[in-house]
């Protein structure tokens, strides 16, 4: 709240979201947060869970929540009813903030009071007494949000974002009210996407527009940029994928926008060469954070981008494929299995510390070991310049023979074929390596060979990484995050008893 | 003194000031309009800045010390000025962040 009271002390007029000429401005957005706050405390609720799209509505919910001293718990409208209502009861009691259709998909949930998103912002308080100016929870220890993690390596977990992680990551990031007042972001990731919650408090925080999109289609986000004349973005790597496939297909450029930043999974360089071209007056920042540190860690910026896009060194053009470097007070050390160290260039465990790492989940506890250090089960390495090299979750290594080997590197080494368009690399059973390396592959033509792919492994790795099972698909399963669906090749694969390879 | 830590809040006694640490650790003697700055939301303002630290305090702007190993970010402007140590803070001209979201 303190973040929202310093935008509507200095910026009151500003449209914090929503058109031009006719959004909710920082003050309107206190006004209806104190509404909010205030059917909250009525009703005793401790979490808001929110399900539906992006919309007015999340700033909305988000700051009231935080006034009205609940968390606030966006959870993915897109999961199957069983899954959704499974998971607001976990949240409940709870007061549930959903469109219609989400509003029917959770009636009759124990402890859930459901009122519709048009309702709550034509009536934020609902009857209740508005919350007072400045009669809010000052607790910075107090749970700011909820946050279900992808789950891509199992059941969702609930991570604990405090408020103090989320201040310190917007102070750490971001200057206050350094937005010209032409600005306007566009949020089409998710709500219950961790990039969601930083965005909202970033744009406030710096006075820029937020420009909703509720159903991300790569037409109708090209579409909303030229109306809305959009400055700044921030996608997830498949939306950016089909964002610049659509410009292609156009013939266009979009001149309007000045900063693209994606993160989130992993991007592909070819992607990122074709996106400066078609956003020609962009600046590109590339992120990598996890739900549990508060989003963004580390990150590679515009001038990184620039400096290493024009190099002709092929090292220092393949940094694009990099996550850059740690944030201010974010300090990011690689370490091998038995705990040490590891030296430039050395694969091991990404580890991150500072004041935005929470790295707590509501059934778990902290995670931090006693140095308030955080294993982000992501593998990589630091180059001898600093920067951070994502490989991939631990949880997706491939022990070959007792080998470690990350299916990013043997991805990197596919994409550098000009053909490849995509690739996913996986363990499949084997009898005489425990695991092999599988590969999903999605090319254009002129579709390479097999033997072609394997040359190249070979050549640029070693002869363990060369894949003994190749695919060719279509396409590559993702979540609507943006995040490659490997279990799913997994188990396809270790279900095919053709995939067995021995 | 009070005890800097960061995400520590502190107010000011004799003007409308509020400052969030973003830097810097341990006991320090943080003043706002030549008062000691307490924690925030323990005392009410009484008095005025003195004459010789009411410059004034800019919302969001950073202060920080000459040495870089403190740093509070103001969330309430007031009219009382910052010191460290009996040190004038001055604002923090940072060079731009590469927004991250």
Same mark, same amino acid.
Request: charged letters at 25%; a negative charge.
């Given at each position: ?6 935008? *509507?002390?200095a910026?009151?007029?500003?449209? *914090?979201?929503?058109p ?19 059917r909250?405390?009525a009703? +005793? ?7 539906? !799209? ?10 009231? %929540? ?17 899954? =959704?209502?499974?998971?607001?009861? #976990?949240?409940?009691p ?22 519709? #998103? ?8 609902g ?16 749970? @700011? ?27 750490? &990031? ?14 089409a ?5 961790? *990039?969601?919650?930083?965005a ?7 006075g ?5 999109? %509720?159903?991300?289609?790569? !037409? ?8 809305e004349?959009? &400055? ?18 156009r013939?266009?450029?979009?001149? &309007?926008?000045r ?14 060469e ?20 508060? /989003? ?9 981008? #620039?400096?290493?896009? %024009?190099?002709d060194?092929?090292?220092?053009r ?13 300090e990011? /050390? ?35 070991? !006693?140095?308030?250090?955080f ?9 001898? *310049? ?19 080997? /990350? ?16 690739? %996913?690399?996986?363990g499949?059973?084997s009898?005489?390596?425990? !695991? ?6 999605? @090319?254009r ?12 492994v ?19 399963p ?5 995040? =490659?669906?490997? +279990? ?15 | 003194?009070?005890e ?9 006694t ?12 341990g ?26 630290a009411?410059e ?29 140590a ?16």
């Amino acid at each position: 709240m303190m973040l929202l009271e310093m935008a *509507a002390t200095a910026m009151g007029d500003r449209v *914090a979201v929503g058109p031009s000429g006719s959004g909710i401005t920082c003050d309107d957005l206190m006004g209806r947060a104190a509404g909010l706050a205030g059917r909250l405390r009525a009703s +005793r609720s401790e979490r808001l869970l929110l399900c539906g !799209e992006p919309g007015a509505v999340l700033p909305v919910s988000l700051f009231g %929540a935080a006034w009205g001293g609940a968390a606030y718990v966006p959870v993915n409208y897109r999961l199957g009813d069983d899954d =959704l209502r499974a998971l607001a009861e #976990r949240a409940s009691p709870a007061l549930a903030v959903a469109d219609s259709d989400g509003a029917a998909r959770l009636a009759g949930v124990d402890g859930l009071e459901i009122v519709e #998103r048009d309702g709550l912002l034509a009536d934020p308080s609902g009857g209740a007494e508005t919350a007072d100016p400045g009669d809010w929870p000052a607790d910075p220890d107090a749970t @700011a949000v909820l946050l279900y993690t992808s789950g891509t390596s199992g059941p969702p977990k609930a991570a604990v974002l405090r408020h103090r992680h989320l201040v310190s990551y917007v102070f750490s &990031t971001v200057e206050f009210a350094s937005a010209g007042p032409d600005e306007a972001h566009i949020m089409a990731v998710p709500p219950y996407h961790v *990039a969601s919650v930083a965005a909202q408090l970033s744009q406030v925080y710096s006075g820029r527009r937020i420009v909703p999109l %509720a159903k991300f289609d790569p !037409e109708a986000w090209i579409d909303l940029v030229r109306d809305e004349d959009v &400055t700044h973005a921030m996608l997830v790597p498949t939306m950016l994928a089909r964002i610049v496939d659509a410009l292609d297909r156009r013939g266009e450029t979009l001149e &309007t926008v000045r900063f693209v930043s994606y993160g989130g999974g992993k991007s592909h360089r070819t992607v990122v060469e074709r996106a400066l071209e078609v956003f020609p007056a962009a600046g590109f920042s590339h992120a990598y954070g996890l739900t549990e540190t508060s /989003s963004t860690v580390c990150v590679m910026g515009p001038d990184d981008h #620039r400096r290493w896009a %024009a190099s002709d060194d092929p090292d220092e053009r393949a940094r694009l494929s990099s996550a850059g470097r740690p944030l201010p007070g974010v300090e990011v /050390s690689v370490r091998s299995p038995d705990g040490t160290t590891a030296g430039t260039g050395t694969a091991g465990e990404i580890w991150v510390r500072g004041e935005q790492v929470a790295g707590e989940y509501a059934d778990g506890g902290s995670q931090l070991n !006693e140095d308030g250090w955080f294993c982000t089960r992501d593998s990589g390495h630091l180059d001898e *310049a600093g920067y951070l090299w994502v490989h991939g979750r631990n949880d997706d290594i491939i022990i070959r023979g007792g080998e470690n080997m /990350s299916p990013g590197e043997i991805e990197d080494a596919l994409l550098t074929h000009p053909a490849v368009v995509d690739a %996913a690399a996986f363990g499949v059973p084997s009898r005489e390596w425990g !695991e092999e390396v599988a590969v999903c592959v999605v @090319a254009r033509s002129p579709i390479p060979t097999a033997d072609d792919l394997r040359e190249l492994v070979r050549a640029r790795l070693r002869s363990s990484r060369v894949p003994a099972r190749i695919e060719f698909v279509d396409d590559l399963p993702y979540n609507d995050t943006g995040k =490659l669906l490997r +279990r799913e090749l997994r188990s396809r694969h270790a279900a095919d008893p053709g995939s067995q390879v021995d | 003194m009070v005890e800097l830590r960061p995400g520590a809040r502190f107010q000011s006694t004799v003007c409308a000031t509020e400052v969030i640490v973003v830097k810097g650790t341990g006991p320090t003697e943080l003043t706002c309009g030549g008062e000691p700055m307490v924690p925030a939301g323990s005392a009410e303002r009484a008095g005025e800045p003195s004459a010789d630290a009411s410059e004034g305090t800019l919302l969001g702007k950073r202060y920080g010390d000459g040495d870089e190993t403190v740093e509070v970010l103001c969330t309430k402007a007031g009219e009382g000025s910052l010191a460290l140590a009996g040190v004038a803070m001055a604002v923090k001209v940072t060079k731009p962040l590469p927004a991250s979201d």
